[in-house]
């Protein structure tokens, strides 16, 4: 297929370093504009950006002029790395001009038109697109902790229905960003307060898990009560949750659930996806950060210690590569889903699409 050309908006920063590197080479999309404050606008990019990812620039960019996000694009699709500050008007105006923004920011993540998509759970929700007042359109992504819990809940809920959840989070210091947390705070303790992420982990997965009608997103009914807390680890969230079933499933019911879960990304074999998007272990003492946020390229939750809760019904460990599942790697696969569902062409308009191509939200089984 021909490449598409696109964007990226907050370039210079941690998470849209993380999509440089994955669009370097990919099948569906060519990085064509990189685009960063007025700070770095008009300089070439290795100059305008303190790189610190663990390969060099790619060539290719590297002498590329910065943008100012005031500037015109011709890039029809936009990966938005934004900081929260600024994103919500700058992706607003980019959709108004006609530019499709596919973005890792939490601005537009509970606007009631604006898909808020795991595209193994709800690719469905897509489809809020046509509903958007805008030329083009803006589509987000979870936060990265909500991303790995809701994988987690996800196959739960549609088998067997989940009443209450409760999740501790274990979050890296690569989350906050670069330079992140300042060493006097981080090393050697433990930071319990990261601002805004429990109330998002509390609401975007009734959002992802809620089901699409008409132009509107029903909220799944269930309850989740969540405690985050920055760790002195690099990469990969680890979260210890504890979750409410409907029924009484055993473990090795709930085991095989999990492990045989898959959506639309393995079905079409998207560039990104992971082969197997939950991996469930077996060693007691799993999953380790430096030892599993890797696994299927940084693009899978990974589970362990599922066992027994004597408060609620089961309880287990998750953990999840938070810049590339997490962030950038989201967002990408989002795209890629995208491209192969109908939305996502070189043109400045995404057709309507056949509906076969969705992967509707699975009924609950039993109750």
Sequence with gaps: MEKINVAVLGATG???????????????????????????????????????????????????????????????????????????????????DGHVVISNSSNHRMDPQVPLVIPEINPDHFRLIHSQKHKGAIVTNPNCSTIFLTMAIAPLQRHFGVEAVNVTTLQAISGAGYPGVPSLDILGNVVPLIGGEEEKMETEPLKILGALSGEEIEPVSMKISAQCNRVPVYDGHTETLSVKLRGAPDLTEIRRVLSDFSGLPQELSLPSAPQRPILVLDDPDRPQPARDSWLQKGMATVIGRLRPCPVLDIKMVILGHNTIRGAAGAAVLNAEAMVRMGYLKNGKQFPKIDARLFAEPLPVESR
């Design 14 to 96: 941690t998470v849209g370093q993380k999509f440089i590197l994955l669009l370097q080479n990919h099948p569906y999309f060519e990085v064509r504009e990189l685009v960063a404050s007025e700070r770095s606008a008009g300089k070439p990019y290795a100059e305008a950006c303190s790189w610190k990812q663990d390969v060099p620039i790619p060539a290719n960019l590297a002498e590329l002029r910065v943008k100012s996000t005031e500037e015109h694009l011709k890039s029809h699709i936009l990966f938005s790395g934004l900081d929260s500050s600024v994103a919500g008007t700058v992706e607003s105006r980019y959709a108004a």
